[in-house]
Each structure stands twice: as C-alpha cells, then as structure tokens.
C-alpha cells in the first residue's frame, strides 16, 4: 500500500500529499475564475442524503475584502468594546489572506426529513471536496472558523438563520514550502468491531 503512494500520479497518492496551507501564507497566483468554478463543481459532488445541497459558497472577490474586514471588524466591536488595536488588527488581516476565498455556508433545510446531523456532515463533506479539490489544481487551501464564523453579525452579511458558517476557505500558491503536521496513530483510531 505504502508503494502507490510514491507515484505522485496516482489518485491515492494525490489524496496523500494533500495539505492544509496557513492562509496568511498564501500568495499569488490564485485560481482564476474558470479554475474557482472548477473547484466549486467539485466540492458540491458531495454525499448529500435527500438532495439537499445543505450548503452552498460565497466567493468573496478581491474588491470586497476591505467591505468584509469592516463587518468582522464592527461585529467585534459591538460584542467587544474594549478590543484592543492589535485585535482589531488581526481581524482587518484576517479578510485580506490569500488571493481567494470562499466563503462556505452551511444551510440546513429544517423542512425536511433528513436529519440536521446528517446535512452538517454533508456540509464539512463540501468544504473538504473543495479543499480536495483546490489541491489537485495545484493550489493550497486553508479552512479557517475562528470567531467570525460564529459571530451571528458576520454571519448576517452572507445569509440569515438558521444557516452558518462552515468556514473561510482561502485558496491561493504557498509561499513557503508547506510543512507536514503529525498524523494520528492508525493503530489508536482504527479497530475492528467484534
């Protein structure tokens, strides 16, 4: 098994060397438009029990990124009035990694049979494809929460209860080599029922 993962054409082997890249650390260039609907067109080929599509992306295009830090940013505030400069600096960062950036919604269709459980999974499923999806383009991606995604104020700018925020996931080229993090141990995650 651990031979198909050095033939760096394989599917598996793809899958292998994914990883996350600190969005702060992605530059230029990003995936262009065609590229982005791409990626999207493959992170919605998701397990989805019902047809629901209980999610759906928001690109945040490079003209809006000063609009987006000033929601976080007065969203911050209104919860946190004694938010020190260097806060607020982060937050206005925040907005500006990568050279794209999508935001993912997770929005649960409380109508139908399907349990919600089900459609949250379905949710972390899309982001993943998209993140899956980012790397065989030959790009990084990293899928960032934080407070933002649980701030309803923020969450309000791209959509309305009861949806939320799966997550920010910028996209972009690593400008630095991207580091290997330690894997679980299979033999502590992995057992056989008997």
């Not at 292998?16 to 438009?33: E, I, Y």
């Not at 690109?59 to 505030?77: G, K, S």
């Not at 407070?147 to 996931?169: K, L, N, T, Y």
Request: aromatic share 8%; net charge neutral; hydrophobic share 45%.
């Amino acid at each position: 098994m651990a031979g198909m993962f050095n033939d760096a054409s394989t599917p598996l082997a793809l899958l292998a060397t994914r990883r996350s890249g600190k969005p702060r650390d992605l530059t230029l260039p990003g995936p262009d438009a065609g590229q982005l609907a791409t990626i999207l067109e493959i992170a919605a080929r998701t397990p989805d029990h019902g047809k629901l599509a209980p999610w759906r992306f928001i690109i945040v295009p490079e003209d809006r990124r000063d609009a987006l830090a000033e929601v976080i940013v007065q969203a911050y505030r209104a919860e946190r009035p004694q938010a020190a400069r260097l806060e607020i600096e982060s937050l206005e960062q925040f907005a500006h990694q990568a050279p794209a950036l999508v935001v993912v919604m997770f929005s649960p269709k409380t109508h139908s049979h399907i349990p919600v459980w089900e459609q949250k999974l379905s949710a972390g499923a899309a982001c993943m494809n998209l993140l899956h999806a980012v790397h065989a383009s030959g790009f990084a991606g990293g899928w960032l929460t934080g407070w933002a995604s649980f701030s309803d104020a923020v969450r309000d700018a791209f959509g309305a209860a009861p949806e939320r925020i799966a997550g920010f996931m910028f996209i972009g080229t690593p400008g630095r080599p991207l580091e290997e993090r330690p894997r679980p141990d299979m033999a502590k995650i992995v057992s056989i029922w008997a």
